[in-house]
């Protein structure tokens, strides 16, 4: 466990690096990501490089016995740049060019802007490859972020259509996939094939859906060429990205194919919880502590991404600039989300940022010092939190090699990239979310006090008790194998099986291959209104569905085990394999997934409003987000690493559970 901090000598007077960096280990920081933006100063001209500047500062860094996550600068092409190759620029869904003036103004399948990237990323990777200081590299930053990706240049459109070429090998089968005699769409060549965009009405959803394919290719090749650079000269080093939250433009575990070590995010609870679904209430009720599950839904994600190895790159540690409303977060947050992070396995937990810029876009976004340099409340925090660290390697404790280790979790959540693309293609409802849906599906389970992690549908799900697909619309035929094979207890969720990977309905209707072992057919599907509110009552719960309703029609050996008051199946099932038609509301949710951890045997637990729990190793952490104190339920005796049996508002306990 680390503490870390984002930082940007360039934007400050190099007289102030020494005591800066002075600061960061006293406070118990020990990586610092620098150089991410910096390329304007690392090459001010075409091919004239200036590393004195970053030399120095990460020998300062290094000298205070700071280790350095360098960021390559790929995100933030300099002035010349543009200027030189003004075709670099990207292009929206809408067809307009953006300029020069910020960050992210480039197209990532321009050709001639990757090889500068290499280019750039080469000189730097050479010279600091190697630097004992130096122990990660990060490429680019947020990648995709700020709708850059998919962009729709001409560059973009030549690649497609090679991508394509390669995919089909010949026009008449990408015709036949994409079934474009509809509306005499067929092509006679692979030249002839547009961006999906700017069509008069929709264009082909199986067109949206290989150009969606190609674009996350797109964002992995490009990483990817870094990435070896990286690798060639910078050996034994981790190679990273820092995602976002709630962000699907790219398949992640794709990506993650193309070389990664660790799967770094950032965390922004507040503005996330703002900017989301969430109803007004809703987003009063978290505004200054962000809804609890936002941060551990990521890190699960994540630590499933980068294959148990997770990290925060860049951590909130108070108000920020880029939501609608942007309060302080609650005195304590900042501590709360560290020591959650870590819970859920992160290595890593690193500040964004170590002090408030006056000038430029950030100014209103603020850190761990103030403009003036005094350390701000969240900085305070921080500092207690490294004390508290303290105690995870105190002697007795350190002992027990199993207290920093992830344990498999028994639910496994599959999250899965390309049904997010497939129910933003062909919404058909207008409030059905995919990533609304898998989010209630997770936070139902962490409000019962279950540890999930999430993976992709491909992953070998073995040892789980219960796999949840809260959403599934192309089922793979390697995953009905696992559960041919398997003793775990399954649950699909609407949509499940409605499509074929060419985007067209199967044959024998949805679930499609899940037939093979659930025999049902969905002879039609709806969505609903928000007014249209089909009433349904389980297991004493009288509950609704909402946005989306298939009308499953039972086969050979299935039980209806609920249905609506209209005789819509609602919950169907076949030994261990059950599906549900609709989304539902949080009480009948709730109800549907207790019966299948109870039949999975799975321990619940009924936990207050806000307070979440997550074991790692032998280690049982307890959160407060809610506004009462509580007594966590630790055995008799426990020894507390972490807070105490007392667990107040925005507190933290943690206690070891078994030795
Ligand atoms: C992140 C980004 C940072 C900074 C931060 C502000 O998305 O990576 O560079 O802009 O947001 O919250």
């Known amino acids: 466990m680390h503490l870390g901090v984002c930082y940007y000598p360039e934007q400050w007077p190099q007289h102030q690096w020494e005591s800066d960096a002075r600061r960061m280990a006293e406070l118990g920081i020990s990586r610092v990501r620098i150089a991410e933006f910096a390329w304007s100063r690392m090459e001010p001209e075409p091919g004239r490089y200036e590393w004195a500047w970053l030399d120095t500062a990460i020998e300062t860094l290094a000298k205070h016995g700071l280790k350095v996550i360098l960021g390559t600068p790929t995100a933030t092409p300099p002035r010349w740049l543009v200027s030189l190759h003004p075709e670099i620029l990207p292009v929206t869904k809408d067809g307009v060019k953006m300029n020069f003036g910020s960050r992210r103004h480039y197209d990532i399948s321009s050709e001639v802007y990757r090889e500068h990237c290499a280019r750039i990323v080469t000189q730097m990777v050479r010279r600091y490859g190697k630097h004992p200081a130096v122990i990660a590299w990060q490429t680019d930053n947020e990648l995709a972020c700020h709708d850059t990706s998919p962009t729709?240049?001409?560059?973009?459109?030549?690649?497609?259509?090679?991508?394509?070429?390669?995919?089909?090998?010949?026009?008449?089968?990408?015709?036949?996939?994409?079934?474009?005699?509809?509306?005499?769409?067929?092509?006679?060549?692979?030249?002839?094939?547009?961006?999906?965009?700017?069509?008069?009405?929709?264009?082909?959803?199986?067109?949206?859906?290989?150009?969606?394919?190609?674009?996350?290719?797109?964002?992995?090749?490009?990483?990817?060429?870094?990435?070896?650079?990286?690798?060639?000269?910078?050996?034994?080093?981790?190679?990273?990205?820092?995602?976002?939250?709630?962000?699907?433009?790219?398949?992640?575990?794709?990506?993650?194919?193309?070389?990664?070590?660790?799967?770094?995010?950032?965390?922004?609870?507040?503005?996330?919880?703002?900017?989301?679904?969430?109803?007004?209430?809703?987003?009063?009720?978290?505004?200054?502590?962000?809804?609890?599950?936002?941060?551990?839904?990521?890190?699960?994600?994540?630590?499933?991404?980068?294959?148990?190895?997770?990290?925060?790159?860049?951590?909130?540690?108070?108000?920020?600039?880029?939501?609608?409303?942007?309060?302080?977060?609650?005195?304590?947050?900042?501590?709360?989300?560290?020591?959650?992070?870590?819970?859920?396995?992160?290595?890593?937990?690193?500040?964004?940022?170590?002090?408030?810029?006056?000038?430029?876009?950030?100014?209103?976004?603020?850190?761990?010092?103030?403009?003036?340099?005094?350390?701000?409340?969240?900085?305070?925090?921080?500092?207690?939190?490294?004390?508290?660290?303290?105690?995870?390697?105190?002697?007795?404790?350190?002992?027990?090699?199993?207290?920093?280790?992830?344990?498999?979790?028994?639910?496994?959540?599959?999250?899965?990239?390309?049904?997010?693309?497939?129910?933003?293609?062909?919404?058909?409802?207008?409030?059905?979310?995919?990533?609304?849906?898998?989010?209630?599906?997770?936070?139902?389970?962490?409000?019962?006090?279950?540890?999930?992690?999430?993976?992709?549908?491909?992953?070998?799900?073995?040892?789980?008790?219960?796999?949840?697909?809260?959403?599934?619309?192309?089922?793979?035929?390697?995953?009905?194998?696992?559960?041919?094979?398997?003793?775990?207890?399954?649950?699909?969720?609407?949509?499940?099986?409605s499509r074929t990977a060419d985007f067209t309905i199967p044959a024998t209707l949805a679930p499609g291959p899940l037939q093979a072992v659930l025999d049902v057919r969905v002879a039609q599907s709806e969505s609903l209104r928000p007014s249209l509110r089909p009433g349904i009552s389980f297991e004493g719960v009288q509950g609704q569905g909402r946005s989306w309703r298939d009308y499953i029609e039972p086969g050979a050996g299935v039980e209806v085990l609920a249905a609506f008051d209209d005789g819509v199946p609602a919950l169907v099932g076949a030994g261990t394999v059950r599906m549900v038609s609709a989304c539902f509301d949080p009480a009948l949710l709730k109800a549907v997934l207790q019966r299948s951890l109870r039949d999975a045997g799975i321990a619940t637990q009924t936990l207050p409003e806000g307070v979440r729990l997550r074991r790692l190793g032998s280690v049982c952490f307890a959160f407060n987000y809610g506004d009462s104190t509580w007594q966590v339920p630790a055995p008799d005796g426990a020894q507390f690493v972490l807070g105490s049996r007392e667990l107040g508002p925005v507190d933290v306990a943690a206690w070891v559970e078994q030795r």
């Open 152 to 497: 729709y240049t001409e560059a973009a459109r030549e690649r497609f259509t090679r991508w394509l070429a390669k995919r089909y090998g010949e026009v008449a089968k990408l015709n036949t996939a994409w079934g474009n005699v509809f509306w005499s769409m067929e092509y006679s060549s692979f030249d002839e094939i547009g961006l999906p965009n700017l069509t008069p009405t929709d264009a082909n959803p199986s067109h949206w859906l290989d150009f969606r394919r190609f674009m996350s290719s797109e964002v992995a090749s490009f990483h990817g060429l870094q990435g070896e650079l990286i690798r060639e000269h910078a050996p034994g080093r981790d190679l990273l990205h820092n995602f976002m939250g709630f962000f699907t433009s790219f398949d992640h575990y794709e990506f993650a194919r193309s070389g990664l070590d660790v799967a770094a995010w950032d965390s922004y609870p507040l503005p996330r919880t703002e900017v989301l679904w969430f109803d007004d209430a809703e987003k009063h009720r978290w505004a200054r502590s962000g809804h609890p599950d936002i941060p551990a839904f990521n890190h699960d994600l994540y630590r499933g991404v980068g294959k148990g190895r997770m990290w925060v790159m860049e951590q909130q540690v108070g108000p920020v600039n880029w939501a609608p409303y942007n309060p302080v977060p609650k005195a304590g947050m900042a501590r709360l989300w560290t020591w959650e992070a870590f819970a859920h396995g992160a290595e890593l937990v690193s500040y964004f940022r170590w002090r408030q810029a006056p000038f430029a876009q950030e100014q209103m976004h603020s850190g761990i010092n103030a403009p003036d340099d005094r350390l701000t409340a969240g900085g305070e925090e921080i500092a207690r939190v490294a004390r508290e660290m303290a105690a995870f390697a105190a002697p007795d404790y350190a002992a027990n090699a199993a207290t920093t280790t992830t344990k498999q979790a028994p639910v496994a959540l599959l999250f899965d990239y390309p049904a997010d693309w497939i129910v933003q293609i062909q919404r058909h409802g207008a409030d059905f979310d995919y990533q609304r849906l898998v989010f209630e599906w997770y936070s139902c389970l962490r409000e019962m006090g279950v540890d999930v992690d999430m993976l992709p549908a491909s992953a070998d799900l073995s040892g789980y008790k219960l796999v949840l697909a809260p959403s599934l619309p192309v089922v793979p035929d390697a995953l009905v194998a696992q559960i041919k094979k398997g003793d775990a207890h399954w649950l699909f969720g609407p949509r499940t099986g």
